[in-house]
């Protein structure tokens, strides 16, 4: 059964209202976005504004994942228009072509690498424990005798604040209740830092790797796909 549009308009104007008030937060500390006439590749481009635009309206881990994707993309392509070929294989090989060949400079491989192995490849298996390896939340684990009564809960905070009962910290992953909350926390704090790198080395990249004249040079030695045999003859 489809909703009215009256019922449902409230909830669309009330998300478009908070992907607003969320832009306006962040993007000053976001590199300006990229246009076509930096970033001439429709399918990479495309690739950017699906990063651009979810980091904007705050679903980071969306923005995060889409970041790993993006590189992987910008790799395939390097291979591609180098030679002639599609390489199908997963992230992890692609590098180590790219290494083998020459196909990028070894600072951007390492900086490739460390990228996969320390946030791609986590956020694309979904791997809390891996993500959260370094948060800890306080607890104080408290048991009480008889019955719970206010001035026994206030007696405990005015302890817990004196510092008289020692919290217990435990790992973020293990505790289901919090992990979501955490999850969410952190990829906040680090979703904004990772896109400026990402954008920084895609600007490095572009400049060397995907000029007109590569692809002119790619057009010249390889075929299109579209080759003689796929015409009519009239």
């Excluded at 607003?20 to 000053?28: F, Q, S, W």
């Excluded at 300006?32 to 930096?38: A, C, I, K, V």
């Excluded at 481009?45 to 699906?50: A, E, P, Q």
């Excluded at 992230?91 to 192995?117: Q, S, V, W, Y």
Aim: hydrophobic share 40%; charged share 30%; glycine share 4%.
């Amino acid at each position: 059964m489809v909703e009215s549009k009256e019922l449902v308009y409230p909830e669309i104007k009330s998300l478009f209202e908070g992907w607003e008030k969320n832009a306006d937060k962040i993007i000053p500390y976001l590199r300006p976005p990229l246009n076509q006439d930096l970033f001439p590749i429709p399918k990479l481009l495309g690739l950017y504004h699906d990063v651009y635009s979810n980091i904007l309206i705050g679903r980071y881990s969306a923005s995060i994942v889409l970041m790993g994707v993006l590189l992987e993309a910008v790799v395939k392509e390097r291979i591609r228009i180098t030679t002639g070929k599609d390489y199908r294989e997963p992230f992890g090989p692609c590098i180590k072509k790219l290494r083998k060949e020459e196909l990028m400079r070894i600072d951007e491989i390492h900086f490739l690498t460390a990228f996969k192995n320390k946030i791609r490849n986590p956020y694309q298996h979904i791997d809390d424990y891996e993500i959260l390896k370094d948060k800890y939340f306080p607890i104080w684990p408290i048991r009480f005798k008889d019955e719970i009564s206010i001035e026994k809960l206030e007696n405990c905070l005015t302890k817990i604040k004196r510092g008289e009962i020692e919290p217990k910290y435990l790992h973020a992953a293990d505790i289901p209740a919090i992990r979501g909350m955490a999850r969410g926390m952190h990829d906040k704090q680090i979703a904004i830092h990772l896109f400026n790198e990402v954008h920084d080395f895609l600007i490095g990249v572009l400049i060397k790797y995907f000029k007109k004249e590569v692809y002119d040079e790619y057009h010249k030695n390889y075929d299109s796909g579209l080759e003689s045999d796929v015409y009519h003859e009239i």
